[in-house]
């Protein structure tokens, strides 16, 4: 377990992180989601020991590693740049690391054979342990310098955006792979990254990072469900924001005002998630439990399993609407065309004049 405390750092006066605490726990995906310059790579950076931070601990197991040296942490490092050796085999690039690793170095030629073996397979390298690494896509560069890593026995491997460089397809084939590779080696990952469906799907843990602070730390279920802050809920983009101020449990909003889930009292934001919202017919009777807005068409988006509907609101805010096909047919609107949006109270979230989500039912639900 790797406990972080107060930790802090600048540069050149200027905060990159500051006051982060954060507990890794054995055997966990944790993804680490935050717009750029949020200061991801500078976290990485002060756990992998390439940088020193200005205050804080890191302790991993109980021992101190805030200003131990880099290779003596036993933690490992799967950076954007791959460093492979590009006239090297793959198996010789992932035997390197295993050999020359200052803690423990394994020279015995038929134990690294061993073990670079069973790392290949592990990756789904088999039958490419010859090839020079110029001669690999980018997808198998990945997956060597993913065993290079992996191959050295790290207690926690740190990931900078492993995904960033793959086309969309093999991006989503090497999520699935890197869960399936933690889990056969019951090491943890820490994987940064600035993509929220990433973030998402990776993780047993997200950890949600702006301007070098850490605004929350759950399961993805939970940060989707019940996003601690307005600027965690913008993160996750599964939400319509809207700001106005509230009174006698109403939102107002312009000439507009809506109703608040019961026990909300003063509320500056109210986020809807795009799935939740409902399109009606104009003049569509309304449930008692639910509230509603005119808006009018704008456009849609055809996303395969799912369709993006934009309407916009009478004061010009965009609402975004996701339908799944799954569950309802596509419907055929021209631009301009006025509707209702409706969605059930019990589904807005409403958050306070400093951006903090207010305790609701959904909070109770999520947990
Ligand atoms: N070596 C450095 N010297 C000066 N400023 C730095 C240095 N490294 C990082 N910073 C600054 O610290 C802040 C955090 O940077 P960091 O690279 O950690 O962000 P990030 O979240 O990883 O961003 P990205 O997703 O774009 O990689 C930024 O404002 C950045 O400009």
């Not at 717009?35 to 756990?47: V, W």
């Not at 789904?124 to 010859?130: P, R, T, V």
């Not at 090497?174 to 933690?182: A, D, K, P």
């Not at 808006?295 to 996303?303: H, K, Q, R, V």
Request: aromatic share 6%; charged share 25%; net charge neutral.
């Amino acid at each position: 377990m790797m406990e972080i405390d107060g930790l802090a750092k600048a540069f050149d006066g200027v905060p990159a992180l500051v006051d982060v605490a954060l507990s890794v726990r054995n055997d966990e995906y944790l993804t680490l989601l935050g717009p750029s310059g949020s200061g991801k790579s500078t976290l990485l950076r002060l756990i992998a020991g390439l940088e020193q931070a200005d205050a804080g601990k890191i302790r991993l197991d109980g021992a101190d590693l805030t200003h131990a040296p880099a290779h003596l942490r036993g933690l490992g490092f799967v950076q954007q740049k791959y460093a492979l050796f590009p006239t090297m085999s793959v198996a010789d690039n992932i035997a390197f690391g295993l050999r020359h690793r200052r803690l423990a170095p394994v020279s015995d030629a038929a134990e690294v054979a061993r073990r670079v073996a069973r790392m290949i397979d592990l990756v789904g390298l088999a039958g490419l342990e010859g090839r020079q690494i110029g001669q690999l896509s980018g997808g198998q560069k990945q997956r060597v310098s993913l065993a290079r890593t992996l191959v050295t026995e790290p207690k926690i491997c740190l990931l900078d955006e492993p995904l960033g460089a793959l086309d969309a397809n093999l991006r989503e084939r090497m999520t699935v792979e890197l869960r399936r590779i933690r889990e056969a080696l019951g090491v943890t990952f820490l994987h940064v990254t600035g993509n929220e469906a990433e973030a998402l799907a990776m993780g047993d843990r997200m950890v949600v990072l702006d301007a070098g602070r850490v605004l929350q730390v759950d399961s993805p279920a939970t940060v989707y469900s019940a996003p601690a802050t307005v600027r965690v809920a913008r993160f996750v983009n599964a939400y319509n924001l809207l700001s106005g101020k509230s009174s006698g449990g109403r939102f107002r909003r312009g000439a507009h005002d809506l109703p608040l889930p019961p026990g909300v009292g003063d509320a500056a934001h109210y986020a809807l998630r795009y799935d939740a919202v409902a399109i009606d017919e104009p003049a569509a009777a309304l449930d008692d439990d639910r509230a509603s807005l005119p808006a009018t068409f704008i456009a849609s988006e055809f996303l395969g399993s799912r369709v993006v509907y934009l309407f916009r609101l009478p004061d010009g805010a965009v609402m975004e609407v996701e339908r799944h096909l799954s569950r309802f047919d596509p419907i055929v609107l021209r631009p301009d065309e006025p509707r209702r949006l409706s969605w059930a109270i019990c589904d807005v979230l409403a958050f306070d004049a400093a951006g903090t989500l207010i305790s609701n039912d959904r909070l109770g639900r999520a947990a």
